[in-house]
């Protein structure tokens, strides 16, 4: 079993809609979790980290359910700009990080 | 300005041939890691090192040897026994304070086998 699983898409989505993206992990222990995201061709750069309480930057909000070890990644008010690959990444205590696949989505005008 | 930089960004190597992947980072980060990503793949860990002149292996280390003989500089070597070594590969570091915080990545280098 991965120890990080997401849907990989595709997401098509017009601009302005709301879209959700989940990510699964196996380990229990695990102590960080982030949202990545990745363009074509370009290294990840980091979308916001996973707090237990929840957080939100502008349109974006993310979520953590440690009991059913999944983390969610909501955008609001979909921008052309949001098109690209977002990844999910989960830091266990060894201090290893586990990325997913990614999901994709296109945003379109 | 803080940061990872990785070199060269395009790499053409003939089969049977050794090559060298150049990171080097100025965060004063502990720890750094070595990843391989294939096209519609996720990232996959090569090698990592959580102090000078200690390193782990990852989940695909065959074919590959790194060094850290500087906290700064993370070199990893693709050999000629890594059967299918076409790819992006990317280097990153963190603070290395378990399960604190994020990884910061370089720009990646783009390895083609000819």
């Known amino acids: 079993r991965k120890e990080v699983e997401q849907d990989p898409g595709p997401f098509n989505v017009p601009e302005g809609a709301t879209v959700a993206f989940n990510c699964t992990y196996s380990?229990?222990?695990?102590?960080?979790f982030f949202w990545y995201r990745q363009d074509c061709r370009k290294e990840p750069k980091l979308l916001m980290s996973?707090?237990?309480s929840g957080n939100e930057d502008g349109r974006f909000t993310a979520q953590l359910n440690r009991a059913s070890q999944y983390i969610s990644l909501l955008i609001r008010d979909s921008k052309l700009s949001d098109s690209a690959t977002y990844l999910c990444?989960?830091?266990?205590?060894?201090?290893?990080?586990?990325f997913g696949t990614g999901t994709s989505l296109t945003v379109i005008p | 300005d803080g940061g990872i930089t990785q070199s060269p960004k395009y790499l053409f190597r003939k089969e049977g041939q050794n090559v060298t992947l150049s990171c080097e980072q100025n965060?004063?980060?502990?720890?750094m890691y070595w990843y391989r990503q294939d096209p519609g793949q996720g990232l996959r860990l090569i090698y990592y090192?959580?102090?000078?002149?200690?390193?782990q292996k990852g989940d695909i280390a065959e074919g590959y040897s790194v060094s850290r003989e500087k906290k700064e500089s993370f070199p990893l070597t693709v050999t000629s026994a890594q059967k299918n070594p076409t790819a992006f590969y990317l280097c990153?570091?963190?603070?290395?304070?378990?399960?604190?915080?994020?990884?910061?990545f370089g720009p990646g280098t783009r390895l083609t086998v000819l």
């Open positions: 990153a570091s963190s603070t290395g304070l378990v399960g604190a915080d994020e990884q910061f």
């Open positions: 990444v989960v830091n266990d205590a060894g201090n290893q990080f586990y």
């Open positions: 380990n229990s222990a695990s102590q960080s």
């Open positions: 996973v707090y237990s």
């Open positions: 965060l004063n980060h502990d720890a």
């Open positions: 090192s959580q102090i000078v002149n200690d390193f």
